[in-house]
């Protein structure tokens, strides 16, 4: 394997990372492969999601402590917004607009409200991986 190969896998999955929704199209209309897309936005959404675990986790404890410090109240109206979302769709609902709203938000979301659930990650992975399989079946079938 060549080195530029390795780097622009690479770039495309850290592109799948950061804008998830429209990599696809992008990678398709690049010329790529559709199954090399479909790889590297599967792959770059689930090596973010692995990535974001143990950042999200210390992030949401440190907001915590600087919370409590400052004597902050533990609801806002914005927090009870989220609350009411995670109760209204639980952790399904949250991994399937994680394809809308992009890897990091779905991240920060899903491992904030279900990070005790051993669940959590794989069902992440799966509804990515799902979105990828959609977003690069409808590019594909665009340039057609």
């Known amino acids: 394997m060549e080195w530029s190969t390795f780097f622009e896998a690479v770039g495309w999955m850290l592109f799948s990372f950061i ?3 429209v990599m696809p199209s992008t990678a398709v209309a690049a010329g790529l492969n559709p199954w090399w897309v479909f790889t590297y936005s599967a792959g770059g959404a689930a090596l973010g999601l ?3 675990q143990p950042v999200v986790r210390s992030l949401f404890d440190w907001r915590s402590r ?3 410090r400052k004597g ?3 609801f806002t109206t914005n ?3 989220i609350v ?3 109760q209204n769709f639980g952790l399904i609902g949250i991994a399937v607009l994680g394809g809308l709203v992009g890897v990091p938000v779905g991240a920060l979301l899903a491992f904030k409200y279900f990070e005790n659930r051993s669940e959590t990650l794989p069902v992440m992975i799966l509804s ?3 979105w990828s399989a959609l977003l690069t079946t409808l590019s ?3 340039l057609i």
């Open 72 to 74: 902050k109240p533990a």
């Open 19 to 21: 804008k998830f929704i």
């Open 79 to 81: 927090r009870r917004r």
């Open 140 to 142: 594909a079938q665009a």
């Open 84 to 86: 009411r979302v995670k």
């Open 128 to 130: 990515y991986a799902a």
């Open 50 to 52: 692995v990535a974001l």
């Open 66 to 68: 600087v919370r409590q």
